[in-house]
């Protein structure tokens, strides 16, 4: 008997079941979800456009990709992104199987449908658990004494601090102390005896801690003690703080009074301060995340348009529209542009990019931001990229077109990447203008993968059709105005109520704005390709040098979170 014969032939049955279950659930979803919309498309031509802020008047008026992009391929790769969901335990977070297959159906669609050259580029992510409560003793004058840990932070002596290393130091360790803070290298070169091997105690202040543990890094100490300033009542114990993930030291945050106890210690000639300290923690293994990146094979090298979009959702849901309409989007977009050839015709080389491990703080952006900083080859250097567009979530069910606002950039950021962004968000508003929309602004600050793209310099825009926030009814009014009443559109509710929950699903996709947004992303991403001199238009030198000399000079960030200031100084 041939058994493998037969179960070949179930296997070709279920197949076919399957296809066609497949065909008839996205007919399905597509139908209704689209049918929903349909009513909603009345553009009233009699309307003005309204006045809504300047505009760059630089309408392509027959931009050939958003003619060629179509809502139902987009809808299509957002039912593949739900039904992997559905398969996996209803999520596509990293480190789940539905983040792995998310990147895959990425990687292989485009591989199959274009000639781009596809590049994953692996990195580790490390999570932060202690195993047991940190432990300090300290030895003054031979007086030992068992420090106080307590996540009651008023009782506390000292607190662990996140994404410190590991450490069983159980030998008394003699302590340096760093003059100033630790904020500059002649604080870390004048200490005395040298830092390296050795226990530095820093003081807040002056500079954020993730730049003196930087020092404490680069100095080769063997563990950073930090300790509070005493400047206010409320600078007394100690606090949590966060290092970055790629952190390679062990350190502890200290109160006040007990750092004040082991500088006067060390200062005092004639006695003696050291500690022993154990941290012990969880050992998991960092897991690998990818970042997928997909090149137009024509074009500038020297001069990339950096498209993206994120590929993971959070833990608790399927995350379609955060941020699967994102990553839709941008398949789709990408996949236009190579079947109608408009790439081969473009100055500039367009890399397509979905980031992973955005939801934990954008991680996979970050990681190609600093790559390219450290880059040396042609193509990858971070003056290779000249603007990053960022198209997160687009199809909120109760949306709004949200339009990132250059204007609202922070003031870390580099001058370097504000005239280019305030253009991007004309371009933006141009093309929703002339169309008869309305839209609303939306801040670009540290919500996205644009971010890191900001900080580094690069100019930024993109699209947002809201998520928290509420809707208001005189947003509703407005928008009524100019695309007549909108029965889902309702007052007072988020713009996704569904955001980072289990009910962010295929349903919880507004199709009519979804499409919308998705063609205002191709008109932005035409435009800025077609534009004759794109380094010029966006970097216009006089204007960052008029810039430069108006605001007190910013300095280089060398990581997000010192650049989001998450470690408060
Ligand atoms: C349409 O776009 C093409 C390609 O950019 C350009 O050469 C042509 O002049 C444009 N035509 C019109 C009518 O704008
Ligand atoms: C599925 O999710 C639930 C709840 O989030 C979790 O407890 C369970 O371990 C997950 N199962 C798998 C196979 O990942
Ligand atoms: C995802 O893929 C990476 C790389 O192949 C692998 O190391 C990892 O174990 C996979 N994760 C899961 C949860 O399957
Ligand atoms: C892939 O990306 C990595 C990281 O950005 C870069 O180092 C590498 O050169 C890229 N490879 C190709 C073939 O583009
Ligand atoms: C210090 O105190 C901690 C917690 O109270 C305790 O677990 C530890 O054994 C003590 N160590 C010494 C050396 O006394
Ligand atoms: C620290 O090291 C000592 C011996 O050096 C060992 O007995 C102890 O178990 C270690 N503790 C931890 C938490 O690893
Ligand atoms: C300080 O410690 C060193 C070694 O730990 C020791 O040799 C020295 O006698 C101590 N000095 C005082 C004043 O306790
Ligand atoms: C320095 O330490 C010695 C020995 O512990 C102590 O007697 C003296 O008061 C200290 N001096 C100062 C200025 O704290
Ligand atoms: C959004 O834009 C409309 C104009 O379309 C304006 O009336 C409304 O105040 C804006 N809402 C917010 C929250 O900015
Ligand atoms: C958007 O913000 C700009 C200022 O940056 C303002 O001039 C404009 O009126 C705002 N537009 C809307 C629709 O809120
Ligand atoms: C821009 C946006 O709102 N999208 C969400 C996508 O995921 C990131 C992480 O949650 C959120 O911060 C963004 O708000
Ligand atoms: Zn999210």
Not at 177 to 201: F, H, K, T
Not at 205 to 216: E, H, N, R, S
Not at 387 to 411: A, H, K, Q, R, W
Request: proline share 4%; hydrophobic share 40%.
């Amino acid at each position: 008997m041939n058994t493998s014969g037969s179960c070949l032939l179930i296997i070709i049955v279920l197949t076919g079941l399957f296809v066609i279950i497949s065909i008839a659930l996205n007919a399905a979803i597509l139908g209704i979800v689209i049918n929903r919309f349909d009513q909603l498309k009345k553009t009233n031509d009699n309307q003005e456009p309204t006045t809504m802020s300047t505009t760059t008047n630089r309408i392509l008026l027959n931009s050939s990709l958003v003619e060629a992009i179509r809502i139902s391929d987009v809808m299509e790769h957002l039912s593949q992104l739900y039904r992997i969901a559905l398969t996996e335990n209803g999520t596509r977070a990293i480190n789940t199987k539905g983040f792995n297959r998310t990147i895959d159906y990425i990687a292989d669609y485009l591989s199959i449908n274009t000639n781009y050259y596809i590049n994953k580029t692996y990195f580790p992510i490390r999570t932060f658990q202690l195993a047991n409560n940190p432990i300090l003793l300290t030895s003054i004058n031979g007086v030992i004494i068992n420090r106080t840990y307590s996540t009651d932070l008023t009782k506390a002596e000292f607190f662990h601090i996140q994404y410190s290393t590991a450490i069983n130091l159980t030998d008394f360790t003699a302590l340096t102390v760093i003059p100033n803070g630790g904020c500059l290298d002649e604080d870390w070169l004048s200490a005395n005896p040298s830092p390296m091997g050795r226990i530095v105690l820093a003081k807040r202040g002056l500079c954020d801690f993730i730049q003196k543990a930087a020092f404490a890094t680069t100095y080769q100490a063997k563990t950073l003690l930090l300790y509070n300033d005493g400047a206010s009542s409320d600078r007394n114990n100690p606090i949590f703080i966060s290092l970055d993930r790629s952190n390679e030291l062990p350190a502890l945050f200290l109160s006040f009074d007990l750092g004040q106890e082991l500088a006067n210690a060390f200062l005092n000639s004639t006695s003696n301060a050291s500690v022993c300290l154990i941290i012990d923690l969880v050992n998991i293994p960092p897991f690998p995340v990818a970042n997928i990146c997909a090149d137009t094979p024509t074009g500038d090298i020297t001069q990339t348009i950096i498209v993206g979009s994120h590929s993971d959702s959070v833990p608790d849901g399927p995350g379609i529209n955060d941020n699967g309409s994102g990553s839709a989007a941008n398949l789709a977009l990408a996949v236009a542009l190579f079947q109608t050839s408009i790439y081969t015709t473009l100055k500039y080389r367009i890399r397509f990019c979905w980031w992973g491990a955005e939801e934990i703080g954008l991680i996979g952006s970050d990681f190609y931001v600093k790559q390219a900083k450290l880059s040396t080859i042609i193509g990858e250097r971070l003056s290779d990229n000249l603007v990053n567009l960022n198209f997160d979530m687009l199809g909120s069910p109760n949306y709004v077109f949200g339009i990132y606002n250059g204007e609202t950039i922070t003031n870390t950021t580099p001058e370097n990447a504000i005239p280019g962004s305030i253009k991007v968000t004309s371009l933006f508003r141009d093309w929703f203008n002339s169309q008869k929309l309305p839209w609303n602004n939306s801040t670009l600050g540290s919500g996205s993968d644009y971010a890191p793209f900001l900080a580094a310099g690069v100019a930024a825009g993109g699209l947002l059709s809201g998520a928290s926030g509420i809707k208001t009814k005189e947003q509703c009014d407005r928008y009524a105005l100019l695309l007549g009443p909108d029965p889902y559109c309702t007052p007072n509710i988020a713009q996704d109520p569904c955001y980072h929950r289990s009910c962010d699903t295929i349903w919880n996709i507004n199709v009519f704005a979804y499409e919308k947004m998705v063609k205002a992303a191709g008109y932005v991403i035409e435009s800025l390709a077609r534009t004759d001199n794109l380094k010029e238009w966006l970097y216009p030198t006089q204007e960052i040098q008029n810039l430069k000399s108006s605001r007190k000079n910013k300095r280089e960030y060398n990581s997000i979170s010192e650049y989001f200031g998450l470690t408060s100084v």
